[in-house]
């Protein structure tokens, strides 16, 4: 069952611009990992955790460094998740994720589809 979907669009040079003037912003938003790839991977999963966030239905006290965006072998990314946003999606009954990341046109733009079962159909 789908427990709820997300999407987000980031205007990429716009995005690097705000990691510019506030350093700061790329270790309250990715974690080590992430940290040191380029511009536009980090728009991407920047946009995937905010379609992540949207999914969850923006919860309260969620924090982005409990959202991992990974790449396997075949470039298929995948959602990891811990701390809060795992309570968060426990709470909604989500039992998986599935994302898909696109870039074109200076944009970068996450769907993100959680799936599950709602915690009162659980028993």
């Known amino acids: 069952m789908i427990i709820g979907i997300g ?3 980031v205007d990429i040079e ?13 270790n309250r938003l990715f974690v080590p990992s ?7 991977s980090l728009a991407a999963r920047f946009a995937a955790k905010e379609a ?3 999914a969850l ?3 309260v006290g969620m924090n982005w460094q409990h959202c991992t965006i990974e790449v396997d072998g ?3 990314p995948s959602v990891v998740v811990e701390d809060t946003v795992a309570d968060a999606a426990r709470a909604r009954g989500i039992q998986s994720w599935h994302l898909s990341l696109s870039h074109d046109g200076g944009l970068a733009t996450a769907m993100v589809v959680a799936e599950g079962r ?6």
Not at 14 to 26: C, E, S
Not at 34 to 40: A, P
Request: hydrophobic share 35%; net charge positive.
């Open 52 to 54: 992540i966030a949207k």
């Open 118 to 123: 709602t915690p009162e159909c659980a028993h």
């Open 7 to 9: 999407v987000d669009v």
């Open 14 to 26: 716009r995005f690097g611009r705000q990691l510019q003037r506030t350093p700061a912003l790329r």
């Open 74 to 76: 075949a470039g298929a």
């Open 57 to 59: 239905g923006a919860p």
């Open 34 to 40: 992430e940290r040191s790839l380029n511009v536009r």
